[in-house]
């Protein structure tokens, strides 16, 4: 599976679906000596959320100013992912239309290797919408156009 891709800086006061998967990568390589408690994958990238990245860059002696920036990003994956292999966890809240990040440009490049012709700009507009219900009915889901758990576990 691809590396959802950096898409834009996120700090406080940061939301949406790629605040809410680094939420989750940061959920996944806590160990019994760290100073954060687990977080909660609402997307909202919080004082919490921000502790818990300077945390995590003290950890990986990165630059620690509580911004997930192209480097943070991807050393998070890197972590995430020797820990729990390649599979990428659904974000932990819904992606929809005007939703835009790293993690809508994944779901527009799985569509786009489906069959569909989206343009992977990482903005979930109207054919990103309707390319998710056509992928719904294909495989038995709700086609309500949104991708929640079921139909992100059955696209990943």
Known sequence: ????????????GSSGPDVALVQTWLNGV???CTWYDALKADGKFGASTQRAVQEFQLKNK???DGKVGQNTWNVLYTRYTAKHGLKVP??????????????????????????ERLKDDGKY???????VQRFQRRNGLTADGS??????????
């Not at 599976?1 to 406080?12: N, V």
């Open 125 to 131: 507009g109207a054919a990103t919408a309707a390319a």
């Open 30 to 32: 806590r160990d019994a």
């Open 1 to 12: 599976m691809a590396i959802p891709g950096y898409y834009s800086l996120l700090q406080r």
């Open 90 to 115: 659904y974000p932990g809240i819904v992606l929809h239309t005007g939703c835009s990040g790293g993690t809508v440009r994944l779901v527009q490049q799985k569509l786009n290797s489906l069959g």
């Open 147 to 156: 991708v929640g758990y079921a139909t992100w576990e059955k696209m990943f």
């Open 62 to 64: 990165m630059n620690m």
